[in-house]
């Protein structure tokens, strides 16, 4: 399903998104699943309303595989959340591509930044780190820059000790802030987060994600980032690596995820919650299609659609800013009284 000569697609698909921009203005737009399980409605939900904001600009949408976890990514589950997204309508302009295999373009962006002395070797756990965070406040586990004030003698002993490291971002404290298309005006101090796990030159390393997102959203054109709401806390330190890098900061749309009877985030415990649970329950796929738009606020409920018949009826302004919640055992009674009538 990727293609096998993943540089010169990047290469001409950024080349085609720059003329598409300069003739309509219509930078991309993505969606950009781990293939870690099988996508759930939430997950489809997600892009289909990212399909729908970038195809009713006349955008370029595209796909990207983010499989930097290399113990939970597997090849099947990007297969399958491929044939999920075609199933229910959604088309990208150019073959998908892993993250894995743009290490070099995240190198690259890290060593520009090692260049200008932003980044520092960090030897804590994750216990280390959510011990030493203890404000009462304190998101997204926010680092509290232990290592960047390690004495030299300090340091000299990390490395001794080969204790597995870390690089940070030395933020600086800055606050980042930015307007959000449905979430408005967001902004947080970003702290030193981490952008690559282990040494850049030694293949067991990573580059962390919001090295990678950043940088590879901006080699390929992509101009909106649409995603769950659940992402809007870690947004501002992207925003900052951005403009470290000198890239361009795309626009956000933070839209609302679907939750459980519960309120919890959707998984498995919540029931039937993949395309291809739905479909073996009888529903079809423009039923699910239908619940997926009526869910987000963008059709009435029970309404069968195809994804292009969301599209062409498609306001951002009626997008629902509450989330939604999957009631299986709901869904299961107005399907069958659906079809009784
Ligand atoms: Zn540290």
Known sequence: MLHPDIGSTLDGL??????????????????????????????????LLA??????????FLVRVED???QRSRPEHEAGQLADLAAVGIDWDAPPWRQSERRDRHREAFERLRAQGLVYRCWCTRAEVREAAQAPH?????????????SAGERA????????????????AVRASFEDALAGESSAVVDDFVVWRGEP????????YNLAVVVDDADVGVGEVVRGDDLLATTPRQVQLARLLGLEV???????????VEGRRLSKRAGAVTLAERLARGEAVE?????????????????????????AAFDPAQIDREPAILDPARRLAELEAGRGR
Do not use: I
């Open 14 to 47: 950024a080349a085609h998104v720059r003329v598409r921009s300069c003739q309509v203005m219509a930078a991309a737009g993505r969606f950009a699943p781990s293939p870690t399980g099988p996508l759930h409605l939430g997950n489809l939900r997600t892009a």
């Open 51 to 60: 399909w729908c904001f970038a195809r009713s600009r006349q955008a370029p």
């Open 68 to 70: 930097l976890d290399p």
């Open 138 to 150: 304190a998101a997204l586990d926010a680092y509290p820059g232990t290592c960047r004030r390690l």
């Open 157 to 172: 002993a990390c490395e001794r000790a080969g204790r597995a490291a870390a690089w940070r971002l030395d933020a600086g």
């Open 201 to 208: 030159d030694d293949p067991a390393g990573v580059p962390a």
């Open 250 to 260: 795309p626009r956000h749309v933070h839209v609302p995820l679907v939750l459980d």
């Open 287 to 311: 039923e699910v299609v239908g619940w997926l738009a009526a869910s987000a606020g963008l059709a009435a409920p029970g309404t069968s659609l195809t994804a292009r018949e969301v599209l």
